[in-house]
């Protein structure tokens, strides 16, 4: 019998060894014990998260995430798999186990929040329209009222142009186009199947400066989104790791220069200070 549960024992051990991250109670620690992490990020979005070829996406948000990561584990350099995580798969990447940690575009929400553990902000964004260059009928965001508008598959944007409060703000009426993602958006926008884009404007002034001269952003902000590190749910250890990593960023100048390298250029007003971090749990 002894020789049995001996024998039970080796058997759970060795499955923690080989299983990697199983023998971890949080993120935190699997990255600093493993020098690992599997983060999930927009592929799609340049400025934020672009892949274009078969290396590693580029980005504000990936290199937020290296900087979190390499936090994380102690400042030593951590060997991170990247995975594209659409806004529709966000939350169900996070809840399998499928990532470590979630940086794309991930703005903090009530409903969100009831799902996902949330670190940060890390930063503030604003929520803008962009239309074509050359459409003069849309100035402001007023003028969506009847416009054709994205509603991008898992994002929430939309609902602040269409929508009352609380869940919406402005309550114009407006005929939704769907799309798979905000690329979609901005494809079916410059092909005239839709007048109008509205998300953050980090997210949106990326693409106006990958196409120059063929899109306008209002400049007529509705909204603050606060772009936040999502964690599974209840993993507060490992939040308030990446709390004093992000504060460790603003405090040491990292995060103004990477605003300024990707999104310098844009015109757009950058924020200056930290964000107010919310409680973790």
Do not use: N, W
């Given at each position: 019998m002894r020789g049995?549960?001996?024998?039970?024992?080796?058997?759970?051990?060795?499955?923690?060894?080989?299983g990697g991250g199983g023998s971890y109670t949080t993120v935190a620690d699997k990255i600093r014990n493993t020098g690992t992490a599997?983060?999930?990020?927009?592929?799609d979005q340049p400025g934020v998260g672009l892949r274009t070829g078969a290396g590693d996406p580029q980005g504000f948000d990936v290199d937020v995430a290296r900087y979190i990561v390499r936090q994380l584990a102690g400042g030593d350099d951590v060997r991170i798999t990247w995975r594209d995580s659409p806004s529709s798969a966000r939350e169900a990447l996070l809840q399998n186990g499928t990532v470590d940690l979630v940086v794309a575009s991930y703005s903090?929400?009530?409903?969100?929040?009831?799902?996902?553990?949330?670190?940060?902000?890390?930063?503030?964004a604003r929520q803008d329209t962009m239309v074509r260059a050359t459409d003069d009928s849309i100035r402001k965001t007023a003028d969506l009222r009847g416009k054709r508008i994205c509603l991008a598959e898992g994002s929430n944007s939309y609902r602040r142009i269409v929508d009352p409060p609380p869940d919406g703000q402005l309550n114009l009426p407006a005929v939704l186009v769907?799309?798979?993602n905000y690329s979609d958006c901005v494809r079916k926008l410059a092909a005239g199947q839709?007048?109008?884009v509205s998300t953050d404007n980090l997210i949106l002034a990326g693409f106006a400066?990958?196409?120059?001269g063929r899109f306008r952003l209002l400049n007529d902000p509705i909204s603050v989104e606060r772009f936040g590190v999502g964690i599974k749910e209840g993993d507060v250890a490992t939040c308030e790791a990446v709390n004093r990593a992000i504060t460790r960023m603003w405090q040491d100048g990292t995060a103004a220069r990477l605003l300024r390298k990707w999104f310098g250029g844009t015109g757009l007003e950058l924020p200056a200070s930290m964000p107010?971090?919310?409680?973790?749990?």
């Open positions: 049995a549960a001996h024998a039970g024992l080796v058997m759970v051990l060795a499955l923690s060894a080989c599997v983060v999930g990020t927009k592929i903090i929400t009530p409903a969100r929040s009831a799902r996902v553990t949330f670190a940060g902000p890390y930063v503030i769907p799309a798979a839709l007048d109008a400066e990958q196409q120059p107010t971090l919310q409680r973790c749990g």
